[in-house]
């Protein structure tokens, strides 16, 4: 099994900062691909953000320029950095990992929430 425990969410003012973090523990032998989601109430569950093994990035359209995904390979730990965030990104993000047991499973945190006020 493995468990993905997100931090670092939290109330900020429009304009402010937050750094998401996620990290990944159990019995597995690889992470592989990892990144950020988002629900808000009434919405979709919607990609901010991922990340391969190897750094590669893809980032929705909504948050290119503001947001920046980083993983630590080493500590299995993606992060998300959010600037000049907007009340718009007020959502629950949630972490998703593709981990490597008997077979390639994907994981999901239990979400962290974010809320930025106007």
């Known amino acids: 099994q493995v468990q993905l425990v997100e931090s670092g969410g939290g109330v900020v003012q429009a304009g402010g900062s937050l750094r998401l973090s996620c990290a990944a523990s159990g019995s597995f032998s690889r992470i592989n691909a990892m990144g950020w989601y988002r629900q808000a109430p009434g919405k979709q569950r919607e990609l901010v953000a991922a990340?391969?093994?190897?750094?590669?990035?893809n980032y929705a359209d909504s948050v290119k320029g503001r947001v920046t995904i980083s993983r630590d390979n080493a500590k299995n730990t993606v992060y998300l950095e959010m600037n000049s965030l907007k009340p718009e990104d007020t959502a629950v993000y949630l972490c998703?990992?593709?981990?490597?047991?008997?077979?390639?499973?994907?994981?999901w945190g239990q979400g962290t929430q974010v809320t930025v006020s106007s």
């Open positions: 990340i391969s093994r190897s750094g590669t990035t």
């Open positions: 998703n990992a593709e981990a490597v047991t008997i077979a390639r499973v994907y994981f």
